[in-house]
């Protein structure tokens, strides 16, 4: 069973929608959930970050964070054409490696 | 704003040959990171690198990958005999000591591609 996983879309919405992007881990030692985005020919960048379950929010981001499920979102409200890229979740336990999920495209149409 | 850079940006290179990517990570930082990205593919961790040693490696580092900090800072990966497979995105990253803790700072990737 893969540590992270996570689909790799691509998804296609149109400007304004509501965005969920998912993933599911297996490893209950993971504390801290991130999630990068990554545009082309980029390398990944901090969106944000989650300690153990909850959720946060930042601006038209939300993360959410479920232990019990071993499932994280990322909820993108009002999304822009700037939003298109892809989405990586990452987890880790603290003072380890970095796992990552396979990353979403997301495409927001004008 | 301080950034992770990485030459060169593009690396193509004939199977068997020896390449060296290189890294300058943020400056103050002490914890030091290679990954890579087959296209399509997941990004993986190669491996971590602290106070002057290898902290923590994946399966994937085998005898043919090696990382140095050869100066106060540049980090550097080398591989010694490509193979087709090698062919990917290579990221660096660093990490420093304070703040969030685990924020990784990626570089914008080094493409090598093995003919």
């Known amino acids: 069973q893969k540590e992270v996983e996570q689909d790799p879309g691509p998804l296609s919405v149109p400007e304004g929608a509501i965005v969920s992007l998912n993933c599911t881990y297996s490893n209950s030692a993971f504390q801290y959930f991130m999630w990068y985005r990554q545009y082309s020919r980029k390398g990944p960048e901090l969106l944000m970050y989650t300690y153990s379950s909850g959720n946060k929010e930042d601006g038209r981001f939300t993360a959410q964070v479920d232990k019990s499920s071993k499932y994280i979102s990322l909820f993108i409200r009002d999304s822009q054409p700037s939003d298109s890229a892809t989405y990586l979740c990452?987890?880790?336990?603290?003072?380890?490696?970095?796992?990552f999920g396979t990353g979403t495209s997301l495409t927001v149409i004008p | 704003e301080p950034e992770v850079t990485q030459t060169p940006s593009h690396q193509v290179t004939q199977m068997g040959q020896e390449v060296i990517l290189r890294c300058v990570p943020i400056s103050n930082h002490l914890y030091f990171y290679w990954y890579r990205q087959i296209l399509g593919q997941k990004v993986e961790f190669l491996v971590s690198?602290?106070?002057?040693?290898?902290?923590?490696k994946s399966e994937i580092f085998d005898d043919q990958f090696s990382v140095e900090r050869p100066d106060g800072s540049n980090f550097t990966l080398k591989i010694r005999s490509t193979k087709l497979e090698d062919s990917a995105m290579y990221f660096c990253?660093?990490?420093?000591?304070?703040?969030?803790?685990?924020?990784?700072?990626f570089g914008p990737g080094t493409r090598l591609t093995v003919l």
């Open positions: 990253a660093s990490k420093g000591s304070g703040g969030f803790g685990n924020e990784q700072f």
């Open positions: 990452a987890m880790v336990v603290p003072g380890n490696q970095f796992y």
């Open positions: 690198f602290y106070n002057n040693e290898i902290s923590e």
